[in-house]
């Protein structure tokens, strides 16, 4: 069975630490993406890492991947409360046929 | 540039009647994705088509969903009939070059 685990599913941080989100997965796919998604909103695309060793930063959020370890980690820098929101990972093929991990909620207080 | 567009936004109906969604992808985009999200499922990819032709309609729950896209610029998501345990997020998402992008998803409510 194909599979995309996420963890921690549940993050409450302070303003201004660091983490870092996991993502496994279980296909040969050699491109994951992340999406953010608010409440009731929809899915906002973050990143798309396409080979081994990617690594991409926008703002306070740096995603990188690494294919033979099928692992790929969401890490946060100095968490500002507008990041609260739900974090997924999604392993996907080239069409973009996706296979989503159940969602990382971060919650970011002052 | 128009992203995605769904409609309705919202829909709230009785069960046993028989519900369409709609979705008009990016223009220029070849795939187009049905998905669904629950509390209790997450997010799950119902069918897509790629060029207007269906290629996987294996996540479809039960016979009772259908899906067509009739041409480049439109698709159905069709439920008949409607149970209470449809009542979800239903996303739809179009990609060129795997560039996936998502519409704002209609939520359903069925009673």
């Known amino acids: 069975e194909l599979k995309v685990e996420q963890n921690p599913l549940f993050l409450s941080m302070q303003e201004g630490k660091n983490y870092t989100i996991y993502c496994n997965y279980s296909t040969t796919s050699d491109r994951l993406y992340w999406y953010r998604q608010d409440p009731g909103k929809s899915l906002e695309s973050l990143f798309v890492?396409?080979?081994?060793?990617a690594v991409k930063q926008e703002g306070r959020l740096m995603a990188s991947l690494d294919t033979k370890a099928r692992l790929s980690t969401l890490h946060i820098t100095a968490a500002v409360h507008d990041l609260s929101a739900t974090y997924f990972c999604a392993d996907g093929g080239s069409q973009g046929n996706l296979i989503f991990g159940k969602g990382t909620k971060l919650s970011v207080k002052p | 540039d128009a992203g995605v567009i769904q409609s309705p936004r919202h829909e709230v109906t009785e069960m046993g009647q028989e519900v369409t969604l709609r979705c008009k992808p990016i223009?220029?985009?070849?795939?187009l994705f049905w998905y669904r999200q629950t509390m209790m499922r997450g997010l799950e990819l119902l069918i897509y088509?790629?060029?207007?032709?269906?290629?996987?309609d294996s996540g479809m729950p039960e016979d009772r969903f259908s899906a067509k896209m009739p041409n480049a610029s439109f698709s159905t998501l069709k439920i008949q009939p409607s149970e209470p345990r449809d009542s979800a997020v239903y996303f739809c998402?179009?990609?060129?070059?795997?560039?996936?992008?998502f519409g704002d998803g209609t939520r359903l409510s069925i009673l």
């Open positions: 088509f790629n060029n207007n032709v269906p290629i996987d």
């Open positions: 890492l396409l080979s081994n060793g």
């Open positions: 998402a179009s990609s060129l070059a795997g560039s996936v992008h």
């Open positions: 223009s220029g985009h070849d795939y």
